[in-house]
């Protein structure tokens, strides 16, 4: 598996699936989530409400993902994952490694060859893109590693919004 880091613009990622970085109710927000929603049209709120009301009544577990149709954004598939909150006291990296092991599930049961995450939790939820790097860069690796030969992911891009964002990860990737 190919894994890089990228300065960009999540919404304009031409991957099978694009992570996002969501809240609970899967109903948008601000940040990742917020932008997503508002490139990807009134299908994503439309699919998420459909896993609302179907799969997930009470919102999307921290550490799990749910994926949905992707709207108008130039990806097949939006995967949902809520990463886990610092301020609320939400502080165990195995839930952060969750979200991105959960996410590469997904996308390889739906057969993406391409998924692009943000750095899930850096930001509002409070967590240091030093330790995010590090977290999403050693659970990609293991889920790499430990993935059936049938898995379908090919390749992995963290598409980051600062050179600063894109530093951390880089750091990551080489050590």
Same mark, same amino acid.
């Given at each position: 598996m190919r894994i890089t880091a990228v300065l960009g613009d999540l919404t304009t990622t031409g991957t099978d699936v694009v992570v996002n970085a969501a809240n609970p109710s899967l109903l948008g927000g601000g940040g990742v989530d917020g932008a997503l929603?508002?490139?990807?049209?009134?299908? #994503? #709120?439309?699919?998420?409400? /459909?896993?609302?009301?179907? @799969?997930?009544?009470d919102g999307l577990p921290v550490g799990e993902a749910v994926p949905t149709e992707a709207g108008d954004l130039p990806a097949r598939w939006v995967v949902h994952t809520v990463g886990p909150?610092?301020?609320?006291? /939400?502080?165990?990296?195995? #839930? #952060?490694a969750s979200c991105f092991r959960r996410s590469l599930d997904v996308a390889a049961g739906l057969g993406a060859r391409s998924v692009a995450f943000p750095?899930? @939790?850096?930001?509002?939820?409070?967590?240091?893109?030093?330790?995010?790097?590090?977290?999403?860069?050693?659970?990609?690796?293991?889920?790499?590693? @430990?993935?059936?030969a049938a898995a379908t992911v090919e390749e992995v891009r963290f598409v980051l919004v600062s050179d600063a964002a894109l530093a951390e990860f880089e750091r990551a990737l080489a050590a």
């Open positions: 929603h508002a490139a990807a049209g009134p299908a #994503l #709120l439309a699919a998420c409400r /459909q896993v609302r009301r179907t @799969s997930w009544p909150d610092r301020h609320a006291g /939400q502080t165990d990296p195995e #839930l #952060l750095a899930v @939790s850096a930001g509002v939820y409070g967590w240091a893109m030093r330790d995010v790097a590090g977290i999403a860069v050693a659970a990609v690796r293991a889920w790499a590693a @430990s993935a059936p």
